[in-house]
């Protein structure tokens, strides 16, 4: 059995992932922000974080981790002289510098278990151009970046991966698909022709959290319905 902590895992992927790392007989440890949950899993436990704290108390997390998972996101979709300097800024705190306080304190549990991984997110947009993507492209690029210079710098005791998804049917994006026609052209815009789920990402999460995925480190793999690279 393996410990696992995941930074948003109320709904959506986050929640997925609990479940099917828990399911797998894991000890899962999440934390939620506005969405309070009780978990039916004895395998989940629930602790209330607001990664947009100046300081946070992580008292709850033991002493070892193998895995921590970092879910917390927006998509705002503004054309680019609509943005605000401080929305750009309020967009990389959440999704950037909640990241990077969440590893540098976690940083000693995870170096105490023999197969430390980390999995963060960031989005199909940052590999393929898209119009009013401004906003959520700059803090997944640069959660990209941060993957692959933390992969080198903790290598070879934890492995660190990305997962860029293409627009995937969570709450997060409900506002994007909240009518048939909508989900309809959204779905032929890929090539699989179907909008990805949440399962789709979060069982690539568990696959790069298990020993499997073990020579995998500094990935962006792109889990997007082959928008990132196939063109029909």
Known sequence: MKTYLIIGASS???LQL???LAAEGNKVIGTFNTHPIDSTSANISYHSLNVMDAEFNLSFLPETLDGVIYCPGSINLKPFGRIKAEDFTNDFNLQVGGLIKILQATFPALKKSEHAS???FSTVAVQVGMPFHTQVSASKGAIEGLTKALAAEWAPSIRVNCIAPSLTETPLAAQLL???EKKAAIALRHPLKKIGTAADIANMAAFLLSEKAGWI????LHVDGGMSTVKL
């Open 12 to 14: 959506g992927i986050g």
């Open 18 to 20: 609990a479940t099917t």
């Open 118 to 120: 980390i999995v963060v």
């Open 178 to 180: 909240n009518t048939d």
């Open 217 to 220: 480190t500094g990935q962006v």
